[in-house]
């Protein structure tokens, strides 16, 4: 999602740009090759995650609801300062949206609390806006969380050297499988967002299926006519149903990182 909080928030600011510097452009090559946490991933059966970043109303309201008729749950990446507003995606989900899902069995997972860039923030920035993060959930009564995601999909190094021993597993947004040798603290993902979001995911689902791997997928708002970033209830409807009958393992991204041994 490329906005920045504070357009989310409806305040009128520039737009987040992502650093396309020439340096920027080799800190996301190279950290890609630094400070990585190699996954062990031995299953018996693939396995694919639901999930959901920022959290929009819709998400938690008609996703959770494709998820819960098939009796099965999703993981919800919440960043508390976006909660309440609207933005491009809607109305973003309250504390006692995540709450309601909490209870429900589903996970609520941490991005930062502001929505705040971790590659072009300092370390201390970065732990500040999570530690910040991290309260808001607690005191939503929505647990500790074990699972993070950079917003933007952007890290630097001081942020990934910093949150690594914080959470079970640290997604960013490059497509990839969670198999052997995948790094945990910027592990892959799909995002199920725009006109061919659907086929991509379908694509994924059918590469973590001859690999007996572990897809996580993305998406923000659910809805009958979505934002470029989020998809259509029929489309998560089609892939979740597509997912059961392939054989999959429906698990949260907490469940995912237990079955692998975190």
């Not at 800190?27 to 959901?52: D, G, T």
């Not at 052997?180 to 086929?199: F, M, R, S, Y």
């Not at 007996?212 to 470029?228: C, G, Q, R």
């Not at 698990?251 to 237990?258: P, S, Y």
């Amino acid at each position: 999602m490329q906005i920045s909080p504070q357009e989310a928030l409806g305040e009128k600011v520039d737009a987040y740009e992502p650093d396309r510097s020439l340096k920027g452009k080799l800190r996301r090559r190279l950290i890609r090759l630094a400070h990585r946490r190699p996954a062990k991933v031995k299953l018996e059966r693939p396995m694919v995650s639901f999930s959901f970043d920022d959290a929009p109303a819709t998400a938690c309201e008609a996703g959770a609801r494709v998820l819960e008729q098939r009796g099965l749950r999703g993981t919800y990446y919440f960043a508390a300062g976006l909660t309440g507003r609207e933005g491009p995606m809607g109305r973003f989900a309250t504390g006692e949206d995540a709450a309601r899902l909490h209870a429900a069995g589903h996970e609520i997972a941490c991005h930062t609390f502001s929505h705040l860039d971790c590659g072009q923030s300092s370390r201390d920035q970065t732990l500040a806006d999570v530690d910040r993060n991290g309260a808001a959930l607690a005191s939503w009564g929505a647990g500790v969380p074990v699972s993070f995601a950079y917003p933007y999909g952007d890290v630097a190094s001081p942020a990934k050297t910093a949150l690594a021993g914080r959470f079970k597993t640290l997604r960013a947004l490059h497509h990839g499988l969670i198999a052997d040798g995948a790094d945990l603290n910027q592990a892959p993902a799909v995002g199920i967002e725009g006109e061919d979001g659907e086929a991509v995911a379908l694509d994924w689902l059918d590469k973590a299926h001859a690999r007996k791997a572990w897809l996580i997928l993305y998406t923000h708002d659910v809805a009958p006519e979505p934002s470029a970033w989020g998809c259509t209830t029929g489309a998560l409807e089609r892939l979740v149903d597509g997912a059961i009958l392939a054989g999959f393992d429906v698990v949260t991204v907490a469940e995912g990182a237990r079955r692998i041994g975190l």
